[in-house]
């Protein structure tokens, strides 16, 4: 680039372009230089050649915060089948409800725009796992939307309910479940929090209000995140035998033959008898067939010849 008849300025900020050792530092320097670039028609070519650099350069800048976003969020956190994402105004204490809800241990701090990065933890719900979602706060740069346009439920979390609406903007384009999660309810009297709930009732949302310093909330916000996804849980036995501690997930509406044909293919020819236990028997221990509906915390034993 012929620098030698442009303006002090110009030579400057060439001189600083030349040795910025940032994409970010050179773009500035760029802006400058066309900036002080004279715009008659003698610069013409000059002008159009640090236009095209300039494009170059944010092709570069771009692709480089894609590639990032991509390995933060994509690759390294695999959506569960059941999956909730915490998104919400910095401090409103989305971390805080990670680490509660979860097995995660993220930063947590005063300090605005404390995360940087979508981190996962796992909620252990009866058994039942289900994977929690914390990333940068709205208005934080690394803010990722494809997030929160990929999941099932959003977790909005809000410390008043002017926030709410303000969240919802950045939902127009989710089709997730959502639930109000009113946090720091702790910095309320008993007279405010029944004021906030009222409100919050008028408008007909599914919130909590919740503490993550007190514990406030807390269980009945596991069992709203659980319920969002309305799985069924049953607990298969063996004759004889305790039924097993960990729950099998299926859709409401499903059928023994479900039940059968998730544990293996195979089962299903084999099986002589079936005995329930729980909300969908009439009396404990009843014989159904493979066609019987299931419920939410039935127990299932199975006899295979
Ligand atoms: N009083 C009170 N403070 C809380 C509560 N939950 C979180 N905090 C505090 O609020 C501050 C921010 O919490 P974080 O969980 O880091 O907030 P965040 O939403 O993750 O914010 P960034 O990641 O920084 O954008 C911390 O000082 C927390 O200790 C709560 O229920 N009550
Ligand atoms: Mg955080």
Redesign the pocket.
């Known amino acids: 680039m012929a620098s030698t008849n442009q303006s002090p300025f110009y030579k400057k900020a060439e001189e600083n372009f030349l040795k910025a050792e940032t994409d970010e530092d050179r773009l500035y320097w760029l802006d400058e230089m066309i900036k002080e670039c004279p715009k008659h028609k003698s610069s013409e070519k000059m002008l159009s050649n640090l236009k095209t650099r300039r494009i170059k350069l944010m092709e570069k800048i771009d692709r480089i915060k894609k590639s990032k976003k991509s390995s933060a969020s994509k690759d390294s956190i695999k959506k569960s089948d059941m999956q909730a994402v915490?998104i919400?105004?910095?401090?409103?204490?989305?971390?805080?409800?990670?680490?509660t809800l979860t097995n995660s241990t993220?930063?947590?701090?005063?300090?605005?725009?404390?995360?940087q990065h979508p981190i996962q933890g796992m909620l252990n719900y009866e058994g039942v796992q289900i994977q929690i979602i914390?990333q940068?706060?709205l208005k934080?740069e690394n803010f990722d939307i494809g997030i929160v346009n990929n999941t099932d439920l959003l977790l909005i979390?809000v410390t008043s309910a002017e926030e709410i609406q303000e969240v919802l903007k950045f939902t127009e384009r989710s089709r997730a479940k959502k639930i109000i999660v009113f946090?720091?309810?702790?910095?309320h009297n008993e007279a405010e929090k029944r004021k906030i709930s009222a409100n919050l009732n008028s408008k007909k949302y599914n919130y909590i209000l919740?503490?993550?310093?007190?514990g406030e909330g807390i269980k009945e916000l596991k069992e709203k995140i659980f319920n969002s996804f309305e799985r069924v849980r049953i607990y298969l036995k063996e004759p004889g035998k305790e039924p097993s501690k960990i729950p099998m997930i299926l859709k409401p509406g499903s059928t023994i033959k479900d039940v059968v044909e998730k544990i293996s293919k195979q089962m299903l020819s084999t099986i002589s008898e079936i005995h329930i236990w729980g909300p969908s028997s009439k009396f404990p221990n009843q014989k159904v067939g493979l066609n019987h509906l299931i419920k939410d915390k039935d127990i299932i034993e199975l006899k295979t010849r």
């Not at 993220?106 to 995360?115: D, G, K, L, R, Y």
């Not at 946090?183 to 910095?187: A, F, Q």
């Open positions: 915490l919400g105004f910095t401090n409103s204490g989305k971390s805080s409800l990670l680490k993220p930063i947590v701090s005063p300090v605005p725009f404390t995360t914390d940068a706060s934080n979390v946090n720091k309810s702790d910095l919740t503490s993550t310093l007190t």
